[in-house]
Structure formats: C-alpha cells, structure tokens
C-alpha cells in the first residue's frame, strides 16, 4: 500500500513539476545508499537492547515471573 502511495505521490508531482520528479527519481537510490548504513545500526541497537532486557530479567523469569499478557485490543 505504501509503494502504491508513493507512486501516486510521485505522479502527481511529476504532472506539477516534472524536472523536481525526474531530479527525485535519480536521487532517490543515492539517499537509499546513505541511510542503509543508519538502518543497520537502528537493527544493531534494538537488538543489543532486547539482549541487555533479556540478561537482566533472567533471574526474574528463573524465580518464576511471567509478563502480564497483553490485551487483544491492545
């Protein structure tokens, strides 16, 4: 849904201004390259922080703790 919405973003740009379009096509493979980078640390992080959660509430989860469950609206 979000690719079909971007193409339709990109249309609508390109019918009111075509050079910005064209410019945004070009660059946008680029600025993909630029951020990865950024995208892989963001992974890196929030799985180093899982670990850290996970190591710390061992004891807890040994002595028996369980998390509440979620609600299903939730």
Sequence with gaps: MGALLALLVWCVLFVLCWP????????WP????IVLPFRL??????ALFAFLRAVLFLPARLLG???AARAAGA
């Design 20 to 27: 910005l379009a064209l410019l945004a096509l070009v660059l």
């Design 30 to 33: 680029l600025v993909w390259l």
């Design 41 to 46: 640390l963001g992974i890196t992080f929030a």
């Design 65 to 67: 703790w369980r998390p």
